[in-house]
């Protein structure tokens, strides 16, 4: 499988089946809840972020973007014990910037993908201390190098996903 | 005003979002409920993504879990019959140890029962599965196959055999969220063994659990073991939690955090033991283990310890063989045999030694006093004022003819404690460990 993004012309005129919206996020959760147990290291990926992200790149619609980030999130709270809302919060500010960032500048090459991922996943961590130790009062780890690690690991997961999720765009 | 909305319809859809959420967590942090659990809403959307992420989970877990069973069962079974052996020995060996404690453990009840002291014993506990995580950092949770249809509740203490692993939080018709003892929110009462300080155990924001807001004590060390101490109501008594790693100074203040490695694997758990029944009396099951320990153990000594009883020696009496045979509805000896009569009677033979009524301070014992039942020995008669010295030595000599060596005596010792619940059972080639002359062994 060749990992080679669409042109910007290609992708425009795609669309994505109606069971991949529901599909896509579900099985995220689910994996990353999965993988997580056999796996420790593997809750450095976010996959509901890189799922967030890619929709909000891909639909290029800050609207919708916005939602499908809130509930992506709020399901990701769902499966943790905090209030629900927290995940809410950062994965619906990421999807509208996903989105608003996917109509002005190509995000179909993967170079601009991989900075995107980056720093999506940096503000993410910064939303998540904000909220969680600022407005909360809960305790939260911050720890610069750690957060780099993980954001080079998503940023580098997400390439191989979002090449995969290409895969199901349909001509419109 | 309509351009307003159309032109800026995607920030205000945004910050329409956010500021429903922000509501949202205002009304949950605020307003949390009694319990732990969500209640309401929140509780239901829980339920709802936990109800669609879950089956997925299981079958995974299903499929990983039978070919391991058909590789661990039928194909790598090497080295099985020798290791089925080394168990069998080290189950001996077990038992033994337990035995010793068995009267420890049976002193402390009695004391424990004399202060009023109460006491939780796990009565019933149900085996779980794990079937998945938060899959987040921030949150160290877990998720297992069991829930409210199995009598599963919130608060409920979740253990391995190593040792503690953490609460039950949310709990939905068939599957539970437990919340771990390395997250920052979750609290566990322990009490370090050797120097008895006492603590609140929970993780830091990096999950490594630590006992926190602890006074400094030179005498904690690397490697002291921690237990629970039952104080925060949810885990009983006396379960593991794990070992001192390090003591960390806080940056502020005089007290310290006691960092521990828990007993547990909580990054490799595969199956939890959920107690949901505790009670202060003993379980019947633990009473029946406790006494049979001290059966066993009798048993395993006389096959290892050397027989008293010599090639030589004239078939024992008719009496003691009869009272050794066994009852035929238990198999157990009926009663104990008759103590075998002293070889060298001296005073402190039973019987030997005349009431202290009839003793005159300073004066010799009566020789007619002293006389026991085998008195025909010549060396059995009272010596003379003027040979008093020689009497130590004779009694020595006696004394240790007729007693029974220690090897022998426990067993004996320990059945003779347990006579009120089990028929003394002693062990075959050693007739002087039921003799019953040992006052020690009561209880």
């Known amino acids: 499988m060749a990992l080679i993004a669409s042109s910007r012309h290609e992708a425009g005129s ?82 509208y910037l996903a989105a608003s960032l996917g109509v002005r500048v190509d995000t179909e090459n993967h170079g601009s993908r991989v900075l995107l991922t980056f720093a999506f996943t940096l503000a993410q961590t910064g939303m998540l201390w904000l909220l969680e130790r600022r407005m909360l009062g809960q305790p939260f780890a911050w720890h610069w190098v750690h957060e780099i690690i993980r954001a080079a690991a998503n940023s580098l997961f997400a390439v191989i996903l979002f090449a995969l999720l290409d895969r199901t765009r349909r001509e419109s | 005003m309509e351009s307003f909305f159309s032109r800026y319809r995607n920030v205000l859809v945004l910050i329409t979002v956010l500021l429903a959420q922000v509501i949202g967590l205002a009304v949950q942090v605020r307003a949390p ?171 830091d924001s990096w999950g490594q659990p630590q006992i926190v807001n602890v006074s400094p004590d030179e005498r904690i060390k690397p490697g002291e073991p921690v237990v629970t101490s039952g104080g925060d109501g949810i885990f009983p008594r006396g379960l593991a939690v794990g070992s001192v790693q390090r003591v960390v100074s806080e940056p502020e203040g005089t007290l310290v955090n006691i960092q521990v490695k828990p007993a547990a694997n909580l990054s490799r758990l595969e199956e939890v033991l959920v107690i949901t029944s505790t009670g202060s009396q003993m379980p019947s099951q633990m009473q029946d ?73 300073g004066q010799p014992i009566s020789p007619n006093a002293v006389e026991p039942t085998g008195g025909s020995n010549p060396s059995a008669s009272p010596p003379a004022p003027d040979d008093r010295h020689a009497r130590p030595a004779t009694t020595a000599g006696s004394g240790s003819s007729g007693s029974v ?39």
Do not use: C
């Not at chain 1, 990701?76 to 919060?89: C, E, R, S, V, Y």
């Open chain 2, 289 to 361: 283990d406790l006494s049979q320990a001290e059966q066993k153990t009798a048993d395993i000594l006389a096959e290892r310890l050397p027989s008293r009883s010599e090639p030589n020696a004239a078939p024992a009496a008719s009496g003691s063989t009869a009272a050794q045979q066994p009852s035929p509805d238990t198999g157990l000896p009926t009663t104990p045999p008759p103590p075998p009569p002293a070889e060298h009677p001296d005073r402190f033979s039973m019987g030997a030694t005349p009431p202290a009524a009839d003793m005159v301070p």
């Open chain 2, 405 to 443: 060596s220690p090897q022998t005596a426990k067993p004996g010792a320990r059945n003779q404690g347990t006579a009120s619940q089990h028929p003394a059972k002693p062990a075959p080639g050693s007739p002087g460990t039921g003799s019953g002359s040992t006052p020690q062994g009561g209880n």
């Open chain 2, 33 to 203: 409920g009694p319990g732990p659990a969500d209640k309401g809403g929140v509780r239901l959307i829980r339920s709802w993504v936990v109800g669609m992420v879950t089956p997925p989970e299981r079958l995974f877990r299903w499929t990983g879990h039978s070919i391991r069973g058909v590789w661990f069962g039928y194909i790598d079974l090497i080295h099985v019959r020798k290791q089925n052996r080394d168990l069998q020995t080290q189950l001996g060996q077990l038992r033994l140890e337990e035995d010793s404690l068995a009267e420890d453990a049976r002193q402390g009840l009695r004391l424990q029962a004399l202060l009023g002291f109460q006491e939780k014993y796990i009565y019933k506990t149900i085996a779980a599965q794990v079937i998945g995580t938060s899959g987040t950092e921030q949150s160290h949770v877990l998720f297992i196959d069991k829930g409210a249809d199995e009598g599963l509740r919130p608060d409920m203490p979740v253990i391995t055999p190593d040792g503690i692993v953490g609460k039950t939080r949310d709990v939905f018709a068939h599957t539970s969220q437990v919340l771990e003892i390395s997250d920052a929110t979750s609290g566990a009462g322990v009490i370090l063994v050797n120097t008895r300080i006492r603590g609140v155990l929970r993780g």
């Open chain 1, 14 to 95: 795609r669309s994505f089946p109606p069971l991949v919206y529901i599909l896509a996020p579900l099985l995220a959760l689910g994996l990353q809840s999965f993988l997580s147990l056999h796996f420790t290291s593997f809750d450095l990926i976010d996959l509901p972020l890189l799922i967030t992200i890619y929709y909000g790149i891909s639909m290029r619609e800050p609207m919708s973007a916005t939602v499908v980030g809130a509930i992506v999130g709020i399901a990701q709270d769902a499966l943790t014990h905090h209030p629900l809302g927290i995940f809410g919060i950062t994965k619906a500010v990421i999807g």
